[in-house]
């Protein structure tokens, strides 16, 4: 087996994403297997944000966007949603300095009228402290959902066609994607699901369009640089062909 900084140093050498996406699951089974509360999964899912984070601004990606709390997620027991947004607040805390002295933006998506004030004044206040930093977008999606983040910028359109701002004709791919929350972010490349579950569920919809999807099967809490790592390597064995054909693709032989 390769140690991780060999990996690290192979992964560098191909191209690399300029965008990852990662939906963080598998907390609460982590969680459940060694008997633990659900909540204990979610606390050591949070030292794997650090890592991963560390791990994408040392390779030098522009951005990465971490599904932390989906729309669907207020749903879930009270004591379970209370537990995460007191660790949301302990993670914006602890990683301020981490942030702020590696020039990383960080930036967030979602309702976030629906967040506590202890939660929402200072993630607003850390996106606006680094705003000018320009190392690497960290994303965080909370209380964010695909389809309602869609159905706002439909109704932003709607609202501009209305007042005479725009025409029907207007509303184009470039108007469309202006108007979602991730407008300005490079392109989503890849997109990483940890603890085998195959779905989406509501994260990106639009966005990932093109993404290579690297599906795996380790719980997010056990997720290490390792595994990052493997996951970029798979991405990087990928041919992305945008509908050519494979021989549009080759560069013309000499
Ligand atoms: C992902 O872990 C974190 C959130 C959705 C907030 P889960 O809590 O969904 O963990 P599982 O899927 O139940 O194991
Ligand atoms: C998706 O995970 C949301 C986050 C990782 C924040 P879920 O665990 O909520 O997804 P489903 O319910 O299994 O589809
Ligand atoms: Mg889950």
């Known amino acids: 087996m390769k140690s991780v900084s060999s990996l690290e140093q192979l992964v560098k050498q191909r191209p690399l994403p300029k965008h990852i996406g990662i939906i963080m699951d598998g907390n609460g089974r982590w969680a459940e297997l060694r008997g633990l509360p659900r909540l204990e999964g979610h606390r050591e899912g949070a030292n794997r944000v650090r890592e ?42 602890k990683e301020r300095h981490e942030i702020l002295d590696n020039q990383i933006k960080l930036n967030v998506i979602g309702e976030l009228a629906r967040l506590p004030a202890e939660v929402r004044e200072p993630l607003l206040e850390l996106c606006e402290a680094s705003a000018s930093h320009t190392e690497m977008v960290l994303t ?25 701002e725009l025409s029907a004709e207007g509303i ?14 490079p392109e989503v490349d890849m997109l990483v699901r940890t603890s085998g579950e195959l779905r989406i569920s509501n994260f990106l919809l639009w966005q990932i369009a093109y993404a290579e999807l690297v599906f795996s099967s380790t719980l ?11 996951a970029l390597a798979e991405y990087q064995q990928r041919e992305r062909r945008f509908g050519y054909t494979s021989a549009q693709l080759r560069p013309p032989s000499p």
Do not use: H
């Open 52 to 93: 991963v984070t560390r791990c994408a601004r040392r390779l030098g990606l522009q951005a990465v966007t971490l599904y932390a709390f989906s729309m669907q997620n207020w749903m879930r027991p009270w004591d379970e949603i209370e537990g995460l947004m007191a660790l949301l607040s302990e993670y914006l805390l």
């Open 220 to 230: 997010w809490p056990d997720f290490q640089e390792a595994q990052f790592l493997d």
């Open 172 to 185: 184009d791919e470039v108007a469309f994607e202006a108007e979602l929350s991730t407008s300005g972010l």
């Open 140 to 164: 965080l999606a909370v209380s964010y959902g695909s389809r309602e983040e869609l159905v706002l910028a439909a109704r932003r359109l709607a609202q501009k066609v209305a007042q005479g």
